[in-house]
């Protein structure tokens, strides 16, 4: 059962990654047209939208992968001198305050979604080119509860086995 859950939370990493990996080649993609439109005196209409809104998909399709192998800043400045359970328990603490943030940021993207767009009939788009916020700001909500899903199953895994499940050489 674990190796099955553990198999299903690596798949969506890896389309949470992919996604933003399409973003950035979306954001490259862009640029270019934009820089060498802009040598020419045709700049690309909306590229400030489409950068923006492709910024989106990389850094939420990036948080899980990132949390799993273990890609977050460590300050380990004092952790030769801290006992073994000392450097557990903030591990467990951070993957369990994360894991509070990206709901956190789900449920509040989402509410945006719903009051917006339900509630006051207001369908939100970009200056430029009229790009709709709404799809982006699911593709916020999808991301933000795989990667708290990513760090729920850390803290497990932290509780099982001690183990911090990143794929990294961390602390515990």
Not at 59 to 66: D, P, S, T, W
Not at 101 to 115: D, H, M, N, P, Q
Not at 137 to 158: F, Q
Request: with cysteine.
């Amino acid at each position: 059962m674990g190796a099955r859950v553990s198999t299903w939370a690596d798949g969506l990493i890896r389309l949470s990654a992919l996604v933003g990996t399409i973003g950035l080649v979306i954001e490259v993609v862009v640029i270019l047209i934009d820089v060498i439109g802009r040598f020419f005196g045709s700049p690309l209409t909306g590229a400030q939208d489409i950068s923006q809104m492709s910024m989106v998909l990389i850094v939420f399709g990036g948080m899980a992968l990132c949390d799993k192998i273990g890609g977050h800043v460590n300050v380990d400045l004092l952790e030769n001198a801290m006992p073994r359970w000392m450097i557990w328990a903030g591990d467990f603490a951070s993957a369990v305050i994360g894991a509070v943030i990206f709901i956190g940021i789900a449920w509040t993207t989402w509410s945006s979604i719903y009051l917006m767009r339900f509630q006051l009939g207001v369908v939100q788009k970009t200056n430029i080119i009229d790009l709709q916020f709404d799809w982006f700001k699911g593709a916020i909500v999808v991301m933000s509860i795989i990667t708290a899903l990513g760090m729920i199953l850390r803290a497990i895994g932290l509780v099982l086995t001690g183990d911090n499940g990143q794929e990294s050489r961390g602390h515990a």
